[in-house]
């Protein structure tokens, strides 16, 4: 009858045995897939944000070499213009001071008029009255031309002061093309200043995941280590360092990428602050205060693995227990059997 009691006590242990290793093996198991869904999930959803990121920046500065093409295009044409107008100024001031001269040596030498003392020595006085009126009406053509001309220079002069006033203007508006398109080199420059500044966040980001999937690839390497009772608490050690190492480094790039993301929405507030057209920055903060939550929800599953392993621990101890509990009893039953033999 001791036998048999010695032999389900027995049985329970090994059967206590088996469930515990059985649960440990399926929460390691378990939590490799869980670690596996939540980095495709996020990765997934980072190289989507990055890829409208980069989009968005390409076609603003696609955007603004356009209008920078354009604006310089207006500038050349207003100085084209603007020399054109002043080639033309210049003509119509030289023209100006020609009718000028001309009507000053008109009005200084008169058309002479035949004298008093020629006309009585010539016997026919029709003749000499047909002379004289020829003569005025000679002068008087050249008078009404002079006329003409003083209109014609005075609608020159007219001209000449709206290409005075045209230049000022187009002057004007060259200088605010070019203020403009200074100031539209100043928006490419801090564009091109962002986008190096996401490139390098990209590259931070890319070498954290590639370290947190070495650190994956030696947890799954110590799984793997897992064959035999024997090797349990050893092992369950070293797997509960890289755990804390991994919980250490998932913190920090956690912190890195809260800093990073901090970072790119400044950048991106900046940025629409500038250009005044991107109005998406409601959409970008609710993106970011649904991943604010979702690594907080991580951080809560990560702090209830490591209750689990203090629980998995405690198991443990119970086992040792169990085991000295066994080896006890081992020593009662050969008490027992050598109590039989001498008897």
Same mark, same amino acid.
């Given at each position: 009858?001791?036998?048999?009691?010695?032999?389900?006590?027995?049985?329970?242990?090994?059967?206590?045995?088996?469930?515990?290793?059985?649960?440990?093996?399926?929460?390691?198991?378990?939590?490799?897939?869980?670690?596996?869904?939540?980095?495709?999930?996020?990765?997934?959803?980072?190289?989507?944000?990055?890829?409208?990121?980069?989009?968005?920046?390409?076609?603003?500065?696609?955007?603004?070499?356009?209008?920078?093409?354009?604006?310089?295009?207006?500038?050349?044409?207003?100085?084209?213009?603007?020399?054109?107008?002043?080639?033309?100024?210049?003509?119509?001031?030289?023209?100006?001071?020609?009718? *000028? @001269?001309?009507?000053?040596?008109?009005?200084?030498?008169?058309?002479?008029?035949?004298?008093? @003392?020629?006309?009585?020595?010539?016997?026919?006085?029709?003749?000499?009255?047909?002379?004289?009126?020829?003569?005025?009406?000679?002068?008087?053509?050249?008078?009404?031309?002079?006329?003409?001309?003083?209109?014609?220079?005075?609608?020159?002069?007219?001209?000449? *002061?709206?290409?005075?006033?045209?230049?000022?203007?187009?002057?004007?508006?060259?200088?605010?093309?070019?203020?403009?398109?200074?100031?539209?080199?100043?928006?490419?420059?801090?564009?091109?200043?962002?986008?190096?500044?996401?490139?390098?966040?990209?590259?931070?980001?890319?070498?954290?995941?590639?370290?947190?999937?070495?650190?994956?690839?030696?947890?799954?390497?110590?799984?793997?280590?897992?064959?035999?009772?024997?090797?349990?608490?050893?092992?369950?050690?070293?797997?509960?360092?890289?755990?804390?190492?991994?919980?250490?480094?998932?913190?920090?790039?956690?912190?890195?990428?809260?800093?990073?993301?901090?970072?790119?929405?400044?950048?991106?507030?900046?940025?629409?602050? @500038?250009?005044?057209?991107?109005?998406?920055?409601?959409?970008?903060?609710?993106?970011? *205060?649904?991943?604010?939550?979702?690594?907080?929800?991580?951080?809560?599953?990560?702090?209830?693995?490591?209750?689990?392993?203090?629980?998995?621990?405690?198991?443990?101890?119970?086992?040792?227990?169990?085991?000295?509990?066994?080896?006890?009893?081992?020593?009662?039953?050969?008490?027992?059997? *050598?109590?039989?033999?001498?008897?």
């Amino acid at each position: 009858m001791p036998t048999l009691s010695l032999s389900v006590i027995e049985i329970i242990i090994l059967m206590l045995g088996a469930i515990t290793l059985g649960i440990t093996l399926h929460f390691f198991i378990v939590s490799r897939k869980s670690l596996k869904d939540v980095t495709s999930d996020v990765t997934g959803k980072l190289s989507k944000e990055l890829e409208t990121w980069k989009l968005k920046y390409f076609n603003d500065t696609e955007s603004r070499d356009k209008e920078l093409e354009q604006l310089r295009k207006r500038v050349t044409d207003a100085e084209d213009n603007t020399d054109i107008f002043s080639i033309e100024a210049e003509e119509l001031r030289i023209v100006n001071k020609k009718l *000028q @001269a001309e009507i000053e040596t008109l009005r200084k030498n008169p058309v002479p008029v035949a004298p008093a @003392a020629v006309l009585a020595e010539k016997p026919d006085y029709m003749e000499q009255l047909r002379q004289a009126q020829h003569s005025l009406l000679e002068h008087n053509e050249k008078i009404n031309q002079l006329l003409g001309q003083i209109d014609i220079v005075k609608e020159t002069e007219e001209r000449q *002061q709206e290409i005075i006033k045209t230049n000022e203007e187009l002057s004007a508006q060259i200088d605010e093309l070019r203020f403009n398109l200074s100031q539209k080199e100043k928006e490419v420059l801090n564009i091109r200043q962002k986008e190096h500044l996401t490139t390098e966040m990209n590259a931070m980001l890319d070498s954290a995941y590639s370290e947190f999937n070495v650190l994956q690839s030696k947890m799954q390497k110590l799984e793997q280590q897992v064959s035999g009772s024997r090797r349990i608490s050893l092992e369950y050690e070293e797997l509960k360092e890289a755990h804390q190492k991994l919980t250490r480094d998932f913190e920090e790039q956690r912190l890195k990428f809260t800093a990073n993301t901090e970072e790119n929405r400044q950048l991106m507030i900046s940025l629409a602050d @500038a250009e005044e057209q991107l109005r998406d920055a409601e959409f970008e903060r609710q993106q970011l *205060q649904k991943r604010v939550m979702y690594l907080e929800e991580l951080n809560n599953d990560m702090q209830s693995m490591v209750e689990a392993n203090k629980k998995l621990e405690g198991q443990l101890k119970r086992i040792g227990e169990l085991e000295s509990m066994l080896n006890v009893i081992s020593g009662e039953r050969d008490q027992l059997m *050598q109590r039989k033999t001498n008897l």
